[in-house]
Nanobody, 116 residues
Framework: QVQLVESGGGLAQPGGSLRLSCAASGITFSLYGMNWYRQAPGKERELVAMITSGGSTNYADSVKGRFTISRDNPNNTGYLQMNSLKPEDTAIYYC??????????WGQGTQVTVSS
């Protein structure tokens, strides 16, 4: 049974930093790409960052230069380092792994609030 568990969310001040973690189990983590999405109140879920199994990364324009996605394959964990946070980064953040079209896995989400 595949399980993704996010942690590391919380309250940060504008300009501050947070690091999110996504611990995976029940899956050979190193074989698959991993994505971070976020959903703000009243908005659609959006892709924030992605990392392939080989370590290539891509980012939404809104977070480019501020967020860094990474992975630790031996520990089956993915990360999202978020720097220079802005109030508009406030959202629930989800990690996601897509094995194939029929098997898409999501974590439960972790709340990030950026406010002074």
């Amino acid at each position: 049974q595949v399980q993704l568990v996010e942690s590391g969310g919380g309250l940060a001040q504008p300009g501050g930093s947070l690091r999110l973690s996504c611990a995976a189990s029940g899956i050979t983590f190193s074989l698959y790409g991993m994505n971070w999405y976020r959903q703000a109140p009243g908005k659609e879920r959006e892709l924030v960052a992605m990392i392939t199994s080989g370590g290539s990364t891509n980012y939404a324009d809104s977070v480019k230069g501020r967020f860094t996605i990474s992975r630790d394959n031996p520990n089956n964990t993915g990360y999202l380092q978020m720097n220079s946070l802005k109030p508009e980064d406030t959202a629930i953040y989800y990690c996601n792994i897509n094995v194939d079209r029929a098997h898409r896995y999501w974590g439960q989400g972790t709340q990030v609030t950026v406010s002074s």
